[in-house]
């Protein structure tokens, strides 16, 4: 991974398509379609993902003339499926209505953990891979299993920091490390991040984006949290490429006393 | 041919134009009989409900070997049958695709190699599939099974299209032939009656209508299903012990990007539940069936949601399809899950009654079972009829003194 010390030209390049703002949004969980919007405009996000299977691309007034009004790419996703040929055919949908190849790809196991289920996974991800696909395939923080994907295509993997609409942050960061470190696609951290501290951390593990929801959307003001991520993840991103200084177990002062003025 | 009325004579009257009665009546009607069909509302019992599975090999249950016969030598005869019909089987829904037998938890897969071993032991073919396998042959089948088989001789029909193929094709027939009276009559069957009106052991000479017109015939059958205990003039200490076991099925319509959705019909054992998913070549789905014997012919809450939920667990996607229909209706159920079907015997005179044959309660299997409940009843027009049969003569629950003169 490139580390460049110019934040003004520190964009992220995926499938040729640059996006100055690493935060991803998703949309699910907001109450109102305006309210969105804001939250939306306020995170400075680029790219925001909709679930195919709970919008209509061909509605008038809907969520998607809502991101084309504001210029943001439209990311669909396979939310809800739960075999790989659901995923597939939801994908093929989604580039019908919207003229993209790009797909958020998410095959759940169940609707209890709603974690992602390996093997559905990898079939759906080699299956739209030789479809044609752009996949960004979410999936669980497994170092393995993220490697897997990358090799059979995907534009780009995103291991969860916890499971979706948890909150809980990042629970293994180890693994997040693992996975940025082996990684030759862009890593996104998706699901989990409750508050700002847990994106600039994904930021500061070397994930190259953080996608999150319903941490702006069910957020008592989502305007206001969405500002917060947005200043969140330039934070982490420019924490890491300034080179943190390393952990000790003993206090060191800052001032040195050699050299300090004797009064 | 029969006594004299001021009605129509025919020579087989069939009282109860479900699947079962328009069936015999076909069959009879190709016999060369002229026929009447008394039904005031064809093919709206639980014809109407029927999912139509030909499931002779899936359906078996260790309590009901005895039924095997029965069912696999109808299913046999079906291919047989719907070509009598003169048209293409597409247009009844006969189909020849297998059935997956699929499984959920670690119970399930247990009950479905039980099952497996009593199917083999009587010789038929359940082909254990890895689960990965089942899901090549279906894609949308829950990646958290946890057995599958495959039975390819277990197929289906369309009750609903074939009821009214076999009605069109009657009155072509009838047409045809030439025949005085329309076949069908609508109108329910009061009362049998006999040729010595005070002996109801006495030869049955024909059928009186609601409307008080009776119709004479050489032949009488009763296949009006659970409505048949309440006929009147039917043989005295003859008891149809018949009782209604409610079901109710959910008629789904797959949008076009899901088809095709399914290509096998789904029987799955679900945490212990019994749910089917059988896919129909019209783009629609039935998805059946509970099996209850108490509440009323209103489809509960709890019945629809536990069919929807053990669904989903077998395919998830099943929750993109759009509710068409829920239905229900009562089957006729006896106490051997058998049908009665046969002569009655006329305990005085040691001799089967004549004129009347009674073909009910064929419970969950009135659909599979009408080819041979057909051929059984032409058969026995002319002759006693194959003795394997006899065991489901619908005088076995009745008391000893109509029975005790009864041939074995």
Same mark, same amino acid.
Do not use: C, Y
């Given at each position: 991974m490139s580390v460049t010390t110019s934040t003004h030209r520190d964009s992220l390049i995926i499938d040729g398509v640059t996006l100055n703002s690493r935060l991803i949004m998703g949309t699910?969980?907001? +109450?109102n379609l305006a309210g969105l919007g804001e939250a939306l405009l306020a995170s400075g996000t680029e790219l925001t993902t909709v679930a195919m299977r709970r919008h209509s691309?061909?509605?008038? $007034?809907?969520l998607f003339q809502l991101l084309v009004d504001h210029d943001i790419r439209v990311l669909p996703n396979t939310a809800g499926c739960f075999t790989a040929r659901e995923a597939v055919i939801t994908a093929e949908l989604a580039r019908e209505a919207l003229?993209?190849?790009w797909i958020k790809l998410e095959v759940i *196991?169940?609707?209890?953990?709603?974690?992602?289920d390996a093997v559905e996974l990898v079939d759906a991800t080699e299956q739209l891979v030789a479809r044609g696909f752009t996949v960004f395939a979410y999936t669980n923080d497994d170092p393995v299993l993220a490697l897997r994907l990358e090799q059979l295509g995907a534009a780009a993997v995103m291991p969860l920091g +916890?499971?979706?609409?948890?909150?809980?942050?990042?629970?293994n960061r180890h693994n997040i490390e693992l996975i940025v470190s082996r990684a030759q696609v862009p890593v996104v951290l998706d699901a989990?991040?409750?508050?700002a501290s847990d994106a600039a951390l994904a930021m500061e593990l070397g994930c190259d984006a953080v996608l999150l929801a319903t941490a702006v959307?069910?957020?008592?003001?989502p305007v206001k949290m969405a500002e917060s991520f947005r200043h969140a993840v330039i934070a982490g991103r420019l924490a890491l490429q300034a080179g943190r200084i390393p952990k000790r177990q003993h206090a060191q002062a800052s001032s040195a006393i050699d050299g300090r003025p004797d009064l | 041919m029969s006594g004299t009325t001021d009605g129509r004579t025919v020579d087989v009257a069939v009282i109860g134009a479900g699947i079962v009665g328009l069936g015999i009546a076909w069959a009879a009607a190709l016999s060369g009989r002229t026929v009447a069909v008394i039904d *005031?509302?064809?093919?709206?019992?639980?014809t109407f409900a029927a %999912?139509?599975? #030909? *499931?002779a090999v899936s359906e078996l249950l260790f309590p009901e070997e005895d039924l095997l016969e029965l069912t696999l030598t109808s299913a046999a005869l079906y291919p047989s049958f719907v070509e009598s019909l003169g048209v293409d089987a597409a247009t009844v829904g006969y189909r020849e695709t297998g059935t997956l037998v699929v499984g959920v938890d670690a119970a399930d897969r247990h009950t479905l190699a039980d099952l497996r071993g009593l199917q083999v032991a009587h010789g038929l073919n359940a082909s254990p599939l890895l689960v990965r396998e089942a899901r090549e042959i279906e =894609? #949308?089948?829950?990646? @958290?099974?946890s057995a599958a088989y495959r039975v390819a001789q277990d197929h289906q029909v369309d009750p609903r299209l074939l009821a009214a193929r076999l009605q069109s094709a009657l009155a072509k027939l009838a047409r045809r032939s030439g025949w /005085?009276?329309? =076949?069908?009559?609508r109108q329910n069957a009061v009362r049998l009656l006999h040729e010595?009106?005070?002996? +109801?052991? +006495?030869?049955v000479t024909g059928v009186a209508l609601h409307d008080g017109s009776t119709v004479a015939a050489n032949e009488v059958v /009763?296949?009006? $299903?659970?409505?048949a205990g309440a006929?009147?003039?039917?043989?005295? $200490? #003859?008891?149809?012990?018949l009782r209604p076991v409610l079901g109710d099925i959910l008629r789904l319509r797959i949008p076009s990007p899901l088809q095709?959705?399914?290509t096998e019909t789904i029987r799955g054992l679900v945490r212990g539940n019994s749910v089917y998913l059988v896919p129909r070549s019209d783009g629609t789905l039935v998805l059946g069936a509970t099996q209850r014997e108490?509440?009323?012919d209103v489809a509960p809450i709890g019945g629809v949601y536990q069919l929807l939920r053990d669904a989903q667990a077998l395919v998830?996607?099943? %929750?993109e399809l759009e509710l068409l229909e829920v239905t229900t209706r009562a089957r006729p159920g006896t106490p051997d899950n058998a049908p009665l079907l046969g002569r009655v015997s006329s305990g005085a005179r040691g001799a089967d009654i004549p004129g009347l044959i009674i073909a009910t309660g064929?419970?969950?299997h009135g659909v599979l079972l009408t080819p041979i409940a057909a051929q059984i009843c032409v058969e026995m027009f002319d002759n006693?009829?194959?003795?394997?049969? @006899?065991?489901?003569?619908?005088?076995?629950?009745?008391p000893h003194s109509l029975k005790e003169h009864t041939r074995a």
């Open positions: 699910g969980g907001a +109450s691309a061909s509605t008038a $007034g809907s003229e993209t190849n *196991a169940d609707e209890h953990t709603l974690l992602p +916890s499971p979706i609409g948890t909150g809980l942050g990042i629970l989990g991040i409750g508050t959307t069910r957020a008592q003001d | *005031a509302a064809p093919a709206r019992g639980a %999912a139509g599975m #030909l *499931a =894609p #949308l089948l829950s990646a @958290h099974i /005085v009276h329309q =076949p069908a009559i010595k009106p005070s002996d +109801s052991h +006495s030869r /009763v296949a009006n $299903g659970l409505a006929l009147g003039g039917l043989p005295g $200490g #003859l008891e149809l012990p095709p959705f399914l108490h509440g009323t998830p996607a099943i %929750a064929f419970f969950r006693p009829g194959d003795p394997r049969w @006899h065991r489901f003569r619908p005088d076995r629950f009745s």
